[in-house]
């Protein structure tokens, strides 16, 4: 297995690392959308991330990484009772998949061979309860953009063709990159992401050049690399737990509410969902801040990655949809 890069040793791009911590917080925020020039680690970040959290109890054997052998699937015909740990999972979905290698299909080489119908899971199942990462998200075929669509809105992937039906948890954070330059994305899929992140390549040299050391580093020593930023590491794991542990204590006052629904309202978002990810996000950021209520300045904070990508265009307001969301945060909330 690849190793990760330290996620705290990422120079800079402290937006992007910031609205994946608020995933790790709640995974119900509902994924991260990363736009941007390439090379500005994206799905380093991801990986980081995903190796920095403790690693899941599964049932051994589970296709689907089931907590308990009550949650395992019938087809999957899981005997062990066991658990094991394994490392909260990151799944690759690549431009140009077929639908059955996404959702799982019929095991062909077992009906041949056996004469047996059996189920053979697909990147949903290995995703469950971990993170899919889809890189040019925006170049993804229509059909595998409406399944993902359906399986993020209700956590099941239902399989039914060839004679099986099947069903299975599919819970996941859902992250897509891409560069808006090489087309854009649907609304409906844009919508269904959570949050938004839009990335540059650094424009300062000395951050260009600790970016380079950094990576120098990893690859020609990584042990000791490693060894340099696990405690890092190890404090931002530790930040998150607490911070989950705390996310249901996080007061939302009902003038923070208030606030939510004045800010979406002005920058005219499309239905509910803004302002229902930014009470969220605010939250989720309160928690790992160790406060005990939201504030507006944890509402200032997060509203461009919860509304920034909700936004109509407006073709007299040249300025990016960032930039609309803070100057309306500054005049809505002060």
């Known amino acids: 297995m690849t190793l990760a890069f330290p996620f705290s040793a990422i120079v800079g791009q402290d937006t992007m690392k910031q609205a994946l ?73 690549p431009l140009g998949v077929t639908e059955d290698r996404v959702t ?77 330059e090489e087309g854009e994305l649907r609304p409906q899929l844009l919508d269904r992401f959570g949050l938004s992140v839009e990335v540059m390549s650094p424009t300062d040299i000395d951050e260009r ?12 020593d990584t042990d000791r690399f490693m060894t340099k930023w696990k405690r890092q590491d190890g404090k931002i794991r530790k930040a998150i737990l607490t911070a989950r542990d705390r996310l249901r204590d996080t007061e939302s006052s009902d003038a923070i509410l208030k606030d939510c629904a004045a800010l979406s309202l002005a920058l005219g978002t499309d239905g509910l969902r803004g302002e229902l990810t930014l009470l969220r996000a605010a939250r989720a950021l309160a928690a790992y801040e160790g406060a005990p209520a939201i504030t507006r300045a944890h509402l200032s904070k997060v509203a461009p990655l919860a509304l920034a990508h909700r936004l109509r265009r407006d073709p007299l307001d040249e300025a990016g949809s960032v930039t609309r969301v803070t100057r309306m945060v500054a005049d809505v909330l002060g």
């Open 104 to 180: 799982g299909a019929l095991d062909i080489e077992r009906a041949l061979t056996q004469g047996e119908k059996s189920f053979e899971s697909g990147l949903l199942a290995r995703a469950n309860r971990g993170y899919l990462y889809i890189d040019e998200v925006n170049l993804l075929e229509d059909h595998i953009v409406d399944l993902l669509l359906d399986v993020a809105q209700s956590g099941v992937n239902a399989v039914e063709r060839e004679g099986l039906s099947i069903r299975h948890a599919a819970r996941f954070v859902l992250v897509g990159s891409g560069n808006p």
């Open 21 to 93: 911590i608020l995933t790790a917080i709640d995974p119900g925020l509902g994924g991260v959308l990363v736009f941007g020039d390439r090379g500005t680690g994206k799905s380093t970040a991801v990986r980081a991330l995903a190796a920095l959290l403790p690693p899941i109890e599964v049932v051994e054997g589970c296709p689907v990484n089931a907590a308990r052998p009550e949650d395992c699937p019938d087809w999957a015909e899981v005997r062990s009772k066991k658990i094991v740990k394994r490392p909260t999972p990151v799944v690759d979905l």
């Open 209 to 220: 050049i600790e970016v380079i050391r950094r990576r120098d580093a990893f690859e020609t």
